[in-house]
Structure formats: C-alpha cells, structure tokens
C-alpha cells in the first residue's frame, strides 16, 4: 500500500512541480518477479535531431520539383481528363451513356462513390481514433493519409452528384429553397447521406488544415521567396509557436479527433443504410453498418500502403515511416480484413438460419450466380489476400506488401460491386432480372478519377508539408521535458 | 523609431525550457510567454496557465448544431410543406437521426475551430515576436522564453542576469518598430 501511494506522489510531483524529487517508484513485487525488459522501438530511426526532420520534410516543398514529379503530374492529369471528358459526353449526350438501367439502377456509379467514400476513412481512423487510442506511431503517417481522406471523399462525390442526372439540379440535395417550394424528405436514407458525406467532407477538410496550420508557419518562417512567404503566411494564420497557441491548439485537435471518430463510424453507417433500409434480399440486413465501416478503414489501409510505400522510397523517408510503421499498418488491414471475411461468413450464416427463401437465393446467387467471378474475385483479395501479413517476412517484404495493398484496393471494389449489383439484378421476380455491364463511358470516368486523385495528391506532395512535423517531433526522445527519464 | 516589446533568451533543449519556466514563474513574472517548435508536455502546469476554454466553444457550437437539425426537419417536413411518407407522424426526433447527428458533428467541428481561432486571437500576421531575428528557429528546434517590458517586475538589468542565471543563451531585446 505504502509504495503505491508513493508512485502517486512521484506522477503528481512530475507533472505539477519544478522541482523532481527522486523517489523509487519501484514496487518490491518487481524486483523478486523480474519482469522481462520491455522495448520500446523508437519511433524515428537513427537518433535525428529535430533539425533533422524540419530540414527534411521542408526540403520536399523547398527543393527543386523533381523530374518524375512532372511526369507522373503530367500522366495523372492526362488520366484525370477520362473523367472530365466522360462526365462531359455524359452531360451533353444523357444519362443513357452509362450502362446502369432497370433493373440495375446503379450500377457503377454508387459502386464508386462508396469505394471512394471508404478509401479515406482510414486517414481519419488514423488521425482521430488512432490519436485518442495514443498510438503515438500514427505521427509520421497522418498527414498523408489525411490528405488521402480528402482527395477520396472529393473522388467519390462526383458519383453521386452525377448519378442524379440532371446535374445542374443536385442542389436540389440540400435544403435550399427552391422554385417548387418543396423540401427534401429526410428519411430517406439518401438525404441522409447528403448530410453524412458534406460534413465528412468538412470536417475531414478542417481537421487536415487545422493540423497543418503550425507546420505552415515553419514553412513562412523558412521561405525565401516573396509568393511563399505570403501564402503560407495567410494560410498559417499568423501562428507563432506560443504556448498558449498549442494549448489551444492540443485542446481542439483533441476535440476534433473526439468529433471525428463518432463521424467516421457515422457515414459508412449511413453508407450502409443506402443499401439496409431496402427491403432488397441481400442488402436489408443489419450487419450492413459494422461490415461496410470494417470494409472502409481495411480499404483505406491498403490505400495508405500503396501511397505511402512509393512515398517512403522516393523521398528516403525510411527513418521517419519505419518498418515497424509498416507492420502496425499491415496488422491493422489484417485485423480489418479478417473481419470484412467474417462479415461475409456470417451473413450467408443468417442467410440460411433466416430461412427466408429470397434471402437464401440472394447469398447463393452472389457466389455461384451471374456474378460468381466478381464474387471469388472480391473473396481472394480481401479474405486470402491480407491472411498472408500474418508472416513477419512477408510484411518485412516491402514490394509484396505493396502488391498486397493493391489486392486490397481491388478487392474492395469488387466488394461494393457484388452487393449493389448480385442483389439489384436478381430481385424477387425472375420477369424483371438482366444483367448489367458498364460502358465504355462508365470505365473511362472511373479510371479518371484515379487520375484526378493523383494529380490532388501530387500537388499536395509538391506545395503541402507532407508530415506533420511538430507531431513527429513530440515523439521523439528530445521532447520529453524530463530529459529522457521515465515518468 | 522603435518600442521596446521584451526581452527574449534562447533554450536548447525541452528540459532547459521546462525547468526554467517553472523559475520564472515563481520568480513573480506574469506578462511572458514560451515559444516552442513542439507542444511541451507539462509546460502548461509550468507556466502556470489552467485549461484550454475551447470545449466551451465545441459544446456552444455542438448544441447549435442538434437544434439546427431537428428545427430544419421539423420545420421542412411537418410545418412549411407536411410530408405524408407511409402514414407516419410528420415529425418525430428518430427519423432526422442522422440529420442532426450530423449537424451537431459539423457545427462542433466548426466550434472548434473558430474556438481556437479566437482564443489564440487569430489571424494576426503582425506581432512584435516576429521582430526576433532568429525566430523562425522556434519552429525548427529552439526554445525562446520573452519576458515583456508590460511585465510589473520587468527590469532591463535584473531581468537580463536572471535568465541568464536559468540558462538562457543568446539573450536579445525585441524591438517593436513604430511607423511615423
């Protein structure tokens, strides 16, 4: 009892006091247990100093634009224009362009939109949850992945926007007033989504500038050039490092991560419910909302991966992402991959203990009906596929990890794929079931998008401080005010 | 033609700054400030200063947002223009669910934002600190501690021998210029 209060007051003498006291905090149970030491991996490589790390994460903005940088920017733009071009011939020709039609009605477009969506809730799983889990390791990937989770919901926005048809009256989304003096009806799961998706948006938009505001100004106060100086000075705020500025600072990024991880959670829910609140066979189930947010933050992961391996290698990077970073990573998809493979067990399980007949032909149809090979496509990429991180070698296998990463990608599409088109084309009675292709059309804007997201990334790359740089600093060893002693 | 604005010493390490905040402090100083490229743990509790006042604004814009849902519904659905959807009640507070969850999220976000905004009275992009001819190192890797001239028991002489009693290296006189 005695020693345990005298922990407590070493905890409370640390952190109010100036003055330390040497206390030994050590129990006496410890030293007759001899527990095994434990190692802490750091989380920057080499012992960097923090100079260090501003001078690298600033050289990416300050330095020269690298060569590959101007092709893949140049690629990426010539791949963005598919979508600019299919959504151009889509407007001025008609919706018919696109191969959704009855009994189909959705085809490609919802089939994008909510495997955009899910790309980028693992930027906001690591920048909000991953932060109020204190996962200290997330430091080096956020910013990153947050910028991911903004390109992606802007991916994924154009679908649906498009999909209503007549473009020019998507406004009628929003509660606006219009000429017909008739609102939206909210409960439709599709208004909900208005909301679900605008605030992610926003809220993702926030928290990604809200978080760079302090590496901003760094950048204001190194820049040499007239244009630097005064466009990262507005967009810092004026911010000077004060610590009354990060006390602010800590308290509302703390917040926002509390906001951000019932929001994240929230809009895959309500993705979901596009799809539960249907009283289609194979969609009206309640395990919808829990799946699609596993499936979303496993699809975001394997996103991150792809980005950020080739990111890693290209700007030597390997000290800051370390390999340990990447196992975290690799686990993380498994976990959520495994679970997406369980969601998939269980609902053919219920499938069958419903004894619902519909039900059951839906489920059976999905594995061995018209779509069979979307079905065993989407099941090797997201169920076998992650099962291999399980090996130490395979996820220190830096290429195969990437490989991997896009297996995931493309296995979740296929995903989102076989739920909104196994079920939309074989519904209740066999007089209205088809078979739905996309167009050449639907292909082109789709494909576009990868490139509209990476011409997004690319400058984000080129203008934007690509990690966080006060955050990884706080990791590391120099910022513990104790001097490195354990408290 | 300038003012003086305080008096600034440079600290090299977390732990300098840390324990040399805590002096200050108890030294009687209220009108100075740290400046440092990294949250310093603890630093608050050093310095002296209590809790951030931000959640007030979080919570401020949290309920303006709930409200602002549920009174959109309402006022959409049953009051301006009655919807009947499968004869149901016009309104009930289940069905916006979504909508005012939301809501609330969105206008929290906002809250917190601006909150911030305001408290660290932002945006201001002239502020005498920036006068420091090395204080773009602040972001890098060096810790500033400046005691203001405002400051009551602000003393040219004393002052100087008392930071550099904590340590502080590079001691320098932040001078405000005055436009004529």
Known sequence: ?487 | MDIKYGLSATFNSAKDLYDAAGKIRSEGYTNWECYTPIPVHGLDAQMGVGRSKVPLFTLAGGITGFFTGMLIVWYMNSFDYPLIVGGKPYFSPIYPFPVFYELTILFAAFGTLFGMFFLNGLPRHNHPVFEHPNFGRTGDDRYLVVIEVEDPKFDDEETKSFLKELGGKSLTMIREPVMN
């Open chain 1, 1 to 487: 009892m005695v020693t345990r209060v005298g922990i407590l007051e070493t905890h409370i003498d640390m952190a109010t006091l100036s003055e330390t006291k040497e206390i030994d905090a050590q129990p006496e149970i410890m030293s007759k247990v001899k527990p095994a030491p434990w190692h802490d991996e750091p989380l920057v490589l080499n012992k960097r100093s923090f100079h260090w790390v501003t001078e690298k994460i600033c050289g990416i903005v300050e330095g020269k634009t690298p060569i590959w940088w101007w092709w893949c920017f140049i690629i990426a733009l010539f791949v963005a224009s598919f979508t600019g071009m299919g959504l151009l011939y889509l407007v001025s020709t008609g919706v018919g362009v696109w191969g959704n039609n009855n009994p189909v009605n959705w085809g490609w477009a919802i089939v994008n939109f909510v495997f955009w969506i899910g790309i980028g809730h693992a930027g906001t799983l690591i920048s909000a949850v991953l932060c109020l889990l204190k996962q200290k390791w997330r430091t080096s990937i956020n910013r990153a992945s947050e910028a991911m989770t903004v390109f992606a919901v802007l991916c994924a926005g154009i679908f649906p926007l498009f999909h209503v048809g007549r473009v020019w009256y998507a406004w009628w989304l929003f509660p606006l007033p219009n000429a017909n003096a008739i609102w939206p009806q909210f409960r439709s799961p599709l208004e909900w989504d208005v909301f679900a998706v605008s605030t992610y948006a926003t809220v993702s938009i926030l928290f990604w500038y809200m978080g760079m505001i302090p590496d901003l100004a760094v950048l204001r106060d190194r820049a040499t050039q007239t244009w630097r100086k005064v466009v990262y000075g507005i967009f810092s705020m004026g911010w000077r490092n004060a610590n009354n500025h990060w006390r602010n600072f800590e308290m509302a990024y703390l917040l926002l991560a509390g906001l951000s991880t019932p929001l994240v959670l929230s809009v895959h829910t309500i993705v979901s419910f596009d799809f539960a609140v249907a009283n289609l066979p194979g969609w009206h189930t309640t395990i919808f909302p829990p799946y699609f947010v596993a499936g979303a933050i496993f699809s975001g992961f394997g996103m991150v991966l792809t980005l950020l391996l080739p990111l890693r290698a290209v700007f030597g990077l390997h000290d800051l992402i370390t390999q340990n970073h990447i196992n975290n990573m690799c686990k993380i998809t498994l976990a959520t991959g495994s679970m997406v493979g369980y969601a998939y067990s269980m609902e053919f399980f219920i499938a069958w203990y419903g004894a619902n007949s519909y039900e059951g032909f839906a489920f059976v149809n999905r594995a061995f009906g018209n779509y069979w090979w979307a079905y065993w496509i989407m099941v090797s990429c997201n169920v076998i596929c992650p099962q291999l991180f399980w090996f130490r070698a395979i996820r220190e296998n830096i290429p195969l990890v990437w490989i991997i990463s896009i297996f995931v990608n493309i296995g979740m599409w296929f995903e989102r794929f076989v739920i909104a088109n196994t079920t939309l084309s074989r519904d209740f009675l066999p007089s209205s079931w088809g078979y739905y292709s996309p167009t050449i059309v639907d292909i082109f804007t789709f494909t576009g998008t990868f490139g509209f997201f990476s011409v997004l990334f690319l400058l984000f790359l080129r203008f934007l401080p690509l990690m966080p740089m006060a955050e990884v600093k706080s990791v590391m060893p120099q910022a513990d005010p104790h001097g490195g002693k354990v408290h």
